[in-house]
């Protein structure tokens, strides 16, 4: 990975509202389990308000992770 000359902004978009936004890594958690169900990461959508929550698998886990993102990991 070659380094990135600015902040990362990950893409996403919630399920409620349907809008589509960028997000800083401040923005975002990721919560590492022991499981598939128990690996995701979470944000408050910044148009509708609502709490978001989606599955992370292994490549999201590592684009987080390195973009910078809190992460929680439980055992």
Do not use: Q, W
């Not at 923005?27 to 590492?32: G, K, T, Y």
């Not at 979470?42 to 292994?58: D, I, L, Q």
Request: with cysteine; aromatic share 6%; hydrophobic share 35%.
């Amino acid at each position: 990975m070659s380094p990135t000359s600015g902040p990362v902004a990950f893409k996403a978009s919630c399920p409620d509202c349907r809008a589509r936004f960028e997000l800083d890594a401040g923005a975002l958690r990721l919560a590492i389990g022991g499981s598939r169900r128990a690996t995701f990461y979470s944000f408050t959508c910044p148009e509708c308000g609502a709490a978001v929550r989606k599955p992370a698998g292994e490549r999201i886990v590592e684009l987080l992770t390195g973009g910078g993102v809190n992460t929680l990991r439980s055992i």
